[in-house]
């Protein structure tokens, strides 16, 4: 997280072997500052979770990084691709699981997988080929002639990352995957999760669940109010505590203060 | 609580409009729109009854009905219906029915079309109010028509909303919906044939069979009411005010009655077909489309003109009025003129402006285009390569009757290069105003006809009326060219159709270039503009 001088106008931010760099990132809406100054780098090949408490600027960062949202300032390089100089590129080598998860609903699940791969412009019949596998192994086939809007949100989730992952990218952006997701389903998207970071691509995900970061994920970076507070390898943040206390001293949440509402459960009605 | 529900709605409005340029511009625009057909409407009811006595009573009726008419129908056919209050906000406060249906209801006479509405019933007050007690009546009726029609504009949308929940029902109804556009279009039309009266008593003939005729509706009534007050009957009028009032309750309550059920019953869950995957891109058009982003954007769009409910009515309408347009030219003519098959090119014009709105329907799932990293132009291409396809077969659809039944088949040709051009120019212009001008749609579960705020309705208007008058304008040198053909030197008809299609490429490539290129610089912003801003 150092600033190390002036930039090259030519080369991509932060070390060549990155996964994803990024320097000086900011993004305000009004006077609102939601990101105020994010630097980082994540190697290649590992397990990144993003956490923080709600309005920490997550889902921004995120959205910045995978081209959704324009950056008021700072500059983010993806497999040694900047993003927003060259957009087209770095969005081949990006897969992306957004946080709100709207999706085509008017197309089955193994249209929404085909239109994604030819928008990407993959062949037609690779494109069929791993629409079949990726809804197999997600349980998703009897379910592919079936229009989205009919889908359960765990079943839009295991689509909509089926969608991120058609293409093999590099590095993969998921807003929140594990929310509001049933335990097997959870299951089925973490071993899948598992077996492509093992190939060398990379993971960065956001989550408020400190127990499922701690198991999965290899560096933590913690977010409040839009600056990066920590971030490196798990156990160098972690300090000896769990993840989650490590996160609420960081944070400096006190101890709640509950005896003012005293009506609460003394309801008449 | 109507109060509570009053200063809500006025204070979602402010909000809305705050720092919202688009709403801002709306909002004026449609002031100045409305201003004036107010003041002309208070003026035909204040000042007609006075001066020519024998127009009066049928003139209050006809235009109590037709503003009534138009309350129910307009929203539905434009899918303009005010969703500022969203009822499933309030669905978890404990609100008695009553309350609930007054505050909605009080919040919904707020707004630009209620005010004009009021401006120009109480011409009736100035035209038809006697001194007296006659007076109260006349007034009470203008109420009553007023709540019936802000009555009926919520209770058609609402039920609407209710019964369409199904896919299966949503096909039936959508249909039904469409068919009744284009009824209305037709009545419109015979009604306007039918009065073209040479002379005034012929006016008040006419207008006094109208009257006999809708008389009987509920705003007839409240009509016959306020002439009847007018005229010194007042026990009759009372007795007709006081059916209209029962059905302006019933409407209420109709309404209440399908409010209660979109709320409180979840969504059928549809019947999962279990059927096979059929692959993207349709098999009648996979020989058409390219396999590739361009296709699959193509085959993405034809697939939603026939599940999205939206797109869905804008199309089966699209047909319907291919087959009303060869029926009516075929009907007027008695098909004897074989230039009338050229009349298929108005298809084609219609057409063109359902395509100024082209990413709204996608709204915040667009996303999926902005990632995958694809040239931005592949979008607009593939668009109006499934605008192009349905058009061109609509096209063949009307252009083949009206040649076999006018024997005009040397136009059959010309309409099809034409079309070809007409369409293609059009679509350039709609590009350009789709990337630039984008519009959202709402994603509001108890109203599929709901619009966005006071001003969205205006600012869409707004837009697509500039965006329409360039396409006319640009189509006008085709139009002189097979004009000249037809009328003057037949030959150029032959030089029309290379020109045409030339002309027409030229316009829809340099519109794909304009918007192509802006969309490549501007991806996020079109995205946050497709996103839907609830107004609650």
Known sequence: MDHDGPWRAAAPPGPPDTALSVRGLRKAFGSKLAVAGIDLDIPHGCFFGLVGPNGAGKTTTLSMVTGLLRPDAGRIAVA???????????????????????????????????????????????????????????????????????????????????????????????????????????RTIRALLERYTRGGATVVFSSHVMELVERLCDRVGIMHEGRLIAEGPIDRVRDGRSLEDAFVQLVGAGEVDTEELGWLGSSSA | MARVFVRLKLRLLRNGL????????????????????????????????????????????????????????????????????????????????????TGLFAASCIGIAPALTLAVLLGAVAGYAPLGPGAVVVVAAVLVELVLCVAVARALTTALSRWLRTRKVRDLAVVVVALGGLTLNLGVQAVVHLTQPTSAGDLADTLRVVARVVGWLPPGLAARALVGAGQGHLATATGELLLAVLAA???????????????????????????????????????????DARGAVAAKELRYMARHPRLRVLWVMNGLLTIGLVVFAALVTGARRPELVLAALAILYVISTNALNQFGPDGGAWWTNLVAGHDPRADLIGKNLATGIVSMALLAVAAVP???????????PVVLFVGVGVLAASLGVANFVSVRYPIPMPEVTTNLWAAQGIGQGCTTGLVQTAAFMVQGTLLVPIAVLVGVGVFVWWPALLIVCPVAVAYGLG????????????????????????????AA
């Open chain 2, 249 to 291: 309750l019933l409407l209420l309550w109709w309404w209440y009655r399908s409010l209660a059920r979109v709320l409180t019953s979840a969504e059928p869950a549809a019947r999962t077909r279990r059927r096979a995957a059929v692959g993207l891109i349709p098999r009648l058009v996979r020989p058409l489309l390219p396999a």
């Open chain 2, 507 to 534: 316009l829809w490539w340099a519109g794909v270039r304009a918007g192509g290129d802006w969309l490549r610089d501007h991806q996020p912003e079109l995205l946050a503009a497709l996103r839907p801003t609830r």
């Open chain 1, 80 to 186: 040694g691709v900047e993003v927003w100089r060259d957009p087209f590129t770095a969005k081949q080598r990006i897969g992306v699981l957004p946080e709100d998860l709207r999706l085509f609903e008017r197309l089955t699940g193994d249209e929404l997988l085909t239109y994604n791969g030819l928008l990407r412009g993959m062949a037609p019949d690779t494109v069929a080929e791993r629409t079949r596998e990726l809804l197999d192994v997600l349980g998703l086939t009897e379910a592919a002639g079936t229009l989205v809007a009919d889908y359960s949100h765990g079943m839009r989730k295991k689509t909509a990352l089926a969608c991120a992952l058609l293409h093999a990218p590099r590095v993969l952006f998921l807003d929140e995957p594990f929310e509001a997701i049933d335990p097997v389903s959870a």
């Open chain 2, 18 to 101: 705050r720092g919202n340029w688009q709403q801002t511009i709306g909002l004026v625009a449609g002031i100045v729109v409305a201003a004036p057909l107010a003041v002309a409407g208070f003026a035909l009811l204040a000042v007609v009854p006075r001066s020519s006595p024998r127009l009066g009573p049928g003139l209050a009726v006809a235009v109590f009905v037709v503003v009534f008419l138009a309350w129910a129908v307009l929203p539905v056919l434009s899918f303009s219906s005010d969703a500022t209050l969203d009822p499933a906000r309030l669905a978890l406060l404990p609100l008695r029915p009553r309350q609930l249906v």
């Open chain 2, 402 to 412: 009206l040649a076999a039944l006018t024997g005009g088949w040397r136009y059959l």
